[in-house]
């Protein structure tokens, strides 16, 4: 098992759910839509990763008795590192989402829901990822951390091996004033820390949204306040507020800088579901991309990964396009490396608001 150490990237701890959208009429709504963080994530990393380095983006996917061939061949041709599981004594992970007026989305579970930890590691590739996503919790997110480290010390036998970058995206029902002590644990055991900016008002309860964008000045302070706690077991870790349209702060000690978001038209965006989870997966790709050591340039180059990547996640419903052409990979029919090179262009005229 240990000389497979290098060959996950990647791995995200979030679920495969197949979704159902209800829009307002008279748009209809669509059926079997690949959904859920995991899948999103995934997304966000397999951008990253043409062939043959797919294979090194992770995630799990647990098959129902009632799981839609038409998916599985969706998810093959990826070429990744997924790891199916067969279910056939259960429904597949499935939820219903209601757009409403504001672009105000509901979510429910219609079957139960198959949550993923670190036992779905165990005597798996993906336990030696170099970098995991982990969606939940303050007090699961400690609980995570300390089982996958120790199931890695076990399985090797040896306890030197090369500690992997664990990014936390909070789940937003617990961003709350009662849960602060507990996120506050949590942030010393993760290198980076990625809440959207409502979720990290919320941990404070401070409203984060200004008239016609969010609250530069607040989102700052609140961020301040993290990094003065501490993030990771060194107090070198980082911190990314994902703001919508209006981009996202990259702070550490002693740094900070905003990004602009890639879509600057509203028109654009087709369906913000997995947004920030996708941009989750393109921040891991950046971070292993850069190597293990975490800096503030290193995590604004894997922030600008992010971006894009959920660039490509909102512009339709469900997933992007892929399509293999002489020059490479195309998503939706634009080549990623593309649309790094325009974005960065863009940020030599970006003012920091």
Same mark, same amino acid.
């Given at each position: ?32 839509? %690949? ?28 098959? =129902? ?11 093959? !041709? ?8 067969? /279910? ?22 219609? /079957? ?17 990822? &170099?970098?995991?996503?982990? %969606?939940? +919790? ?9 089982? %996958?480290?120790?199931?890695? !010390?076990? $399985? ?72 003065? =706690? ?51 997966? =393109? ?9 293990? +050591?975490?800096?503030? $340039? ?45 974005? &960065? ?9």
């Amino acid at each position: 098992m240990a000389a497979e150490h290098g060959h996950v990237d990647f791995c995200t701890l979030g679920m495969f759910i197949i979704d159902e959208i209800e829009f307002p009429p008279p748009k209809p709504p669509v059926k079997d839509i %690949i959904g859920g963080a995991g899948s999103y994530s995934a997304l966000g990393a397999r951008l990253f990763s043409p062939p043959p380095r797919s294979r090194a983006v992770g995630w799990i996917v647990d098959c =129902g008795c009632d799981f839609p061939s038409e998916l599985r061949e969706s998810i093959a !041709k990826w070429d990744s590192g997924v790891l199916i599981r067969e /279910t056939p004594d259960r429904l597949t992970t499935r939820g219903w989402n209601g757009y409403g007026e504001h672009e105000h989305r509901a979510f429910r579970y219609t /079957t139960p829901k198959l949550r993923l930890d670190h036992h779905a590691l165990a005597h798996t590739r993906l336990l030696w990822s &170099k970098s995991f996503h982990l %969606i939940c +919790s303050p007090l699961r997110c400690i609980d995570l951390v300390e089982n %996958i480290l120790e199931l890695r !010390k076990q $399985s090797s036998g040896a306890l030197s091996e090369t500690r992997p970058l664990f990014i936390w995206e909070p789940v937003p029902d617990l961003c709350t004033p009662d849960e602060l002590a507990n996120c506050l644990k949590a942030l010393k055991c993760v290198d980076v820390v990625s809440p959207n900016h409502s979720e990290l008002g919320g941990c404070f309860g401070v409203d984060t949204n200004g008239k016609d964008h969010v609250d530069f000045r607040s989102i700052e302070r609140l961020c301040d306040q993290w990094l003065q =706690g501490g993030i990771g077991s060194n107090g070198e870790g980082g911190i990314v507020v994902r703001a919508g349209k209006d981009g996202c702060l990259v702070a550490r000690q002693g740094a900070r800088k905003w990004l602009p978001a890639y879509h600057q038209s509203a028109d654009k965006v087709i369906d913000p579901t997995g947004g920030g989870n996708g941009f989750l997966g =393109g921040l891991a790709m950046g971070l292993v991309g850069g190597g293990a +050591s975490l800096n503030i $340039s290193n995590l604004e180059e894997a922030a600008i990964w992010g971006t894009i990547s959920a660039s490509f996640a909102i512009e339709q419903i469900g997933m992007p396009l892929l399509s293999s052409t002489a020059s490479g990979e195309t998503w939706n029919g634009v080549r990623v490396e593309d649309r790094i090179s325009e974005f &960065k262009e863009r940020l030599h005229r970006y003012v920091q608001p």
